[in-house]
């Protein structure tokens, strides 16, 4: 485990558990009808059974909720953690710019304190509910009020969070692998790590996650993101988690390789976070899908805890699937059992319920090209591929000399295609493409290095063909 659990709420009583449940797991499994008592206290929350594989269970909560008897009842007995379901977003916590409220999210942290949870934060960037003043900004003047706003609420919370959704939802749903279109995207590539490194600065001790949806299984939207992370992890952005809210239905099912999926985001050095679970449906295929989803967590070591989007069905963003772990009326689910019976058995040798092969893709060494002509730069290019599909990075170095501008040159396979592109501007989507500095990374000291990125459909490129630039 990479995550640090001090904070669990009784983290040594969670440990004696998991000690007493895997001997009662034993003496089931041996048919053994044998009744160990003090066990039944250890299995009957969500959080206590998450806490004995240092684990923590949560629940998105709404502040005007507060006040209802049941809510809070299920909310103090059953959770570890809490993600203010909309009070710590942009509109609410910054309705003028430079005039800041909290009092509502104040009121979901200071409930998480009095019960021993702990607080995800939720979002600090994100194209939707931005206030309306934000919506009409543009360019240098959004990029500057988005950096303030993350700063000024990060620094508000400062010591609170453990973890915040730094960046939510920033990468397009469907197959291009393409950041999403938004007026955030519109001011430069690199706005996702300037609000990172903004986060990281303004509160050292929070983990900082990038947050979406439809990532939850291999996709092209997922390997996008793998290729941010991994690109963030290289160069040494400030990343420590990435969230997978797990909005399931029939039309989305859990994918098949769930697991497989947090497991290879986890091997780049990230912790995993289911961040919003909610699974339409009712009974035992409910039942068996929360089973699945919790088991998946739990078979991936730096899978730090699951959180589910509201507590009764009634509660949910999308009410009418009864997609939660608890009826209208505040009564456990089939869900909710499943969920916890699973969760008992964290600690026990369960197999996993789907476990296809990781498909982590290869990295290929870097592939130095020659020097270029005149020595001004070079380019190295690393590959991450897999069937049908590519990420590469690509590293400039400059010569003896800065540089100001510089254009990098390769070949695409036959077949192949460029579907994306970051921290540069590509020419051309197949055969010959070149890539050109973007406004903030051209200029590069004598013996420096650049990275860009891109992203690709078929077999990727081996090399590099040149690097040209222009000396300062
Ligand atoms: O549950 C939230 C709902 O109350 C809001 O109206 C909605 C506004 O966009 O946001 C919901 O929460 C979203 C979360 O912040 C990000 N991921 C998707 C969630 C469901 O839409």
């Keep these: 485990m990479t995550h640090d659990f001090a904070r669990v709420r009784g983290r040594s009583t969670s440990r004696l558990r998991g000690v007493v449940l895997t001997v009662a ?15 039944a206290d250890a299995a009957t929350t969500l959080g206590a059974s998450a806490a004995a594989s240092g684990r923590y269970f949560g629940t998105a909560v709404a502040a005007y909720k507060l006040s209802d008897a049941t809510y809070l009842g299920i909310l103090s007995r059953e959770f570890t953690m809490v993600t203010p379901e909309n009070e710590m977003k942009w509109d609410a916590t910054e309705p003028s710019q430079n005039t800041f409220s909290y009092a509502n999210a104040d009121r979901i942290v200071a409930q998480a304190v009095s019960q021993g949870a702990r607080v995800r934060g939720h979002a600090l960037a994100w194209h939707q ?3 309306g003043w934000a919506q009409s900004l543009s360019g240098t003047a959004l990029r500057s009020a988005m950096l303030n706003h993350v ?6 919370y400062r010591g609170q969070i453990y973890a915040w959704d730094v960046v939510n939802e920033a990468f397009a749903d469907g197959g291009s692998g393409a950041r999403r279109d938004s007026n955030l995207q519109q001011t430069g590539n690199d706005w ?19 947050n979406d949806y439809n990532t939850d299984g291999q996709n092209a939207k997922s390997n996008a993101v793998y290729a941010m992370v991994q690109d963030f992890k290289t160069r ?3 990343i420590d988690c990435v969230g997978f809210q797990s909005h399931f239905n029939s039309a989305s099912p859990v994918p098949s390789d769930y697991q497989a999926n947090l497991q290879r985001f986890a091997a780049l050095g990230v912790e995993v976070q289911i961040t919003e679970l909610d699974i339409e449906g009712s009974g035992t295929a409910q039942a068996d899908s929360y089973t699945r989803v919790t088991q998946a967590c739990l078979n991936v070591a730096q899978c730090a805890g699951i959180t589910v989007w509201g507590i009764r069905d009634t509660d949910s963003w999308r009410a009418s699937g009864t997609p939660l772990l608890f009826d209208g009326s505040g009564n456990k689910k089939a869900a909710y059992t ?4 699973t969760l008992n058995g964290a600690g026990t040798s369960v197999p996993p319920t789907t476990t296809p092969p990781v498909t982590t893709p290869p990295t290929t060494p870097p592939v130095t090209t020659p020097p270029p002509s ?6 190295a290019l690393s590959a991450n591929a897999w069937t049908g599909g590519f990420v590469i990075t690509v590293k400039v170095t400059a010569g003896a000399s800065a540089v100001s501008t510089w254009s990098v040159a390769l070949t695409l396979p036959s077949g192949s295609a460029l579907t994306n592109a970051w921290n540069a501007q590509a020419t051309g989507s197949s055969g010959a493409v070149q890539f050109a500095n973007v406004s903030y990374n051209g200029r590069i000291a004598a013996g420096g290095s650049t990275e860009f990125g891109f992203q690709g459909t078929g077999t990727p490129p081996t090399a590099v063909s040149g690097c040209t630039a222009s000396l300062a």
């Design 25 to 39: 797991a034993g003496a089931v499994a041996i048919g053994a009808a044998i009744t160990f008592s003090g066990t």
């Design 129 to 131: 509910q931005q206030p």
């Design 151 to 156: 700063t000024q609420v990060a620094t508000h």
């Design 192 to 210: 996702i790590e300037a609000a990172f490194r903004a986060a990281r600065a303004a509160d050292p001790a929070a983990k900082l996650c990038y």
């Design 236 to 238: 040494g952005v400030p």
């Design 338 to 341: 499943s969920t916890l019976n």
């Design 374 to 379: 005149g020595g001004a730069c070079s380019a």
